[in-house]
């Protein structure tokens, strides 16, 4: 990615989305940019309501690309190239969440899938972990990261496509665990004060390299004081792949993250329903973490 920004603050809040990927020299496939001014004509949101909304946020699909809105930033895809219009500098808080968007398409084309999931690593070995907003992707993030486990993202990952099995990268965004789990991570936290009662940690507690995906987990919670691990169907599998790739809109990218959900369907799937018992839900989460681990180990 070739990095551009009009002054050395916006700069850094640009180069905040990137933190953790590893440096190279190679020639830039795409490019990354944020400016000053308000978006010409062109580049504007087209003139009739926004295809999809999400929160403050507000999408158009164009035939070249992508918009999306949320206050007075503006963020344009189009081929290779992503710019975000940033006329206000206190602003940069918000420049994370758009990004990931506009790096959805560019990097898409590329074999690279940014997804909305959380990933978590042990011995070489990355679990995906799926699921919808309150699923439990972070519980599970938070109680791996306090038993020794690598987090690679609790929230959005990159799912390099080119080798096999697939690769998994996580976004340095800053990570929220909630402090209902308990333990040092969680303590140690600074508290956001949202309804979720999250910790925000720094980005410096995630891993920066790339791991091998050798399972997909779906977070979700259980009656059971114990929560459960169950195999999951691929009925259940396929419908979150596609809505956790935000691209999916677009029918070219579409059709190329087809067949690499069709890769992550086969290996081993299952439901980790977290335990009822909040007491016991960080325990659990870990031990039911290392069971998919282990069934992996057995399945050869």
Known sequence: MRLRAPDPGRAASLAANLVGFPETDADPVATLAVVAAPPEPADAPPARPPDDELLDMRFWRTDDGMVVVMGDLVLRARGD??????????DAVWLEELVAFGLAWVLGIHGRFVLHAAAVARDERALLVLGHTGAGKSTLSGA???AGWQLLGDDQVVLDSSTRPAVVHGFHHAPAVPREIGGTVAGGGEVLGD????AELTRD????????????????????????LVPAPATAVFPLL???????????????????????????????????????RRERAVALAGDVLAAVSRAG
Request: with cysteine; net charge negative.
């Open 205 to 228: 507690v995630l891993w920066s390299g790339g791991v091998p995906v050798v399972a997909v987990v779906l977070a979700g919670h259980s009656d059971l004081a114990a929560g459960e």
């Open 144 to 146: 791996c990261l306090e």
């Open 195 to 198: 309804p979720r009662d999250r």
């Open 81 to 90: 190239a992503v710019v975000a219009h940033q006329p206000d500098p206190a």
């Open 242 to 280: 596609l809505q956790s790739f935000p691209a999916t809109v677009d029918p070219v990218l579409r059709a190329a993250f087809f067949p690499v959900a069709g890769d992550l369907m086969r290996l081993p799937c299952f439901e980790l329903r977290h335990a009822h018992d909040a007491s016991r």
